[in-house]
């Protein structure tokens, strides 16, 4: 099957510096990715859409000025956290959606803001 | 309000037993269906999924999931469990806009 990777898998940083998560889809082209976050023992919870070439859409509530996203590729979208505080401490984790319309899901990346 | 219900927050079952975990959903128009399965360390793995046609879906590693219209639920079964199926299990819905809801998830855990 298609492959996602994210980077890095885990980050930890100062509360108000910015940190930027990488996902890729590896072996195939994804016009459409997907950002996720998921806090411990919950589910996840959609935060944006992010189409190439094009401004991401954000989910109600997510705030566009605190997570950057941009999707400069074809295989590449990227989420910066901007000014991190400690409640930004989740785990994010990206998809990407094939021309079939499955997504494959990376294997998530560990923010832990101190 | 629209949401996907996974009612069994966690279930333990022995190995070789049967396993079925429900899904319940609460949207004006049947969703496309999904089954994922999250393991520690990897992503997100799609079991099945449900669009049309047969209510009656195979999935990989042994799973199946059958939609039930008149119920609005798209449980998953397994005949036979095995040790590496300890899992965190989550049903999710969609529809044209690919956007995923995920229920709340199911942990699995499987004893000897």
């Known amino acids: 099957g298609a492959v996602v990777s994210q980077h890095p898998s885990w980050v930890i940083c100062k509360s108000g510096t910015s940190v930027k998560i990488e996902c890729r889809s590896l072996?195939?082209?994804?016009?459409?990715m997907f950002w996720y976050r998921q806090f411990p023992k919950q589910s996840l919870m959609l935060m944006a859409t992010?189409?190439?070439?094009?401004?991401?859409?954000?989910e109600q509530g997510v705030e566009k000025d605190k997570f950057l996203i941009n999707h400069a590729s074809l295989t590449l979208s990227t989420l910066t956290v901007t000014s991190a505080h400690p409640e930004d401490s989740s785990f994010y984790i990206c998809?990407?959606?094939?021309?079939?319309?499955?997504?494959?899901f990376g294997p998530g990346t560990r923010l832990t803001v101190t | 309000a629209q949401s996907v219900t996974q009612p069994d927050i966690h279930i333990t079952v022995s190995e070789g037993a049967s396993l079925e975990l429900r899904c319940n959903y609460s949207?004006?128009?049947?969703?496309?269906l999904f089954w994922y399965v999250q393991s520690p360390g990897q992503g997100l793995q799609l079991l099945l999924k449900?669009?049309?046609?047969?209510?009656l879906v195979q999935g990989i590693k042994g799973f199946e999931a059958e939609f039930k219209r008149s119920q609005s639920s798209f449980n998953l079964r397994k005949p036979s469990v095995h040790w590496s199926d300890a899992a965190e299990y989550f049903c999710?819905?969609?529809?044209?806009?690919?956007?995923?809801?995920f229920g709340a998830g199911t942990t699995v855990t499987v004893r000897a």
């Open positions: 998809s990407a959606r094939t021309g079939s319309g499955e997504q494959y």
């Open positions: 072996d195939f082209q994804a016009t459409t």
């Open positions: 992010s189409n190439e070439g094009s401004k991401a859409t954000y």
């Open positions: 949207y004006g128009a049947t969703p496309y």
């Open positions: 449900y669009f049309s046609g047969d209510t």
């Open positions: 999710a819905v969609a529809f044209n806009d690919y956007k995923l809801s």
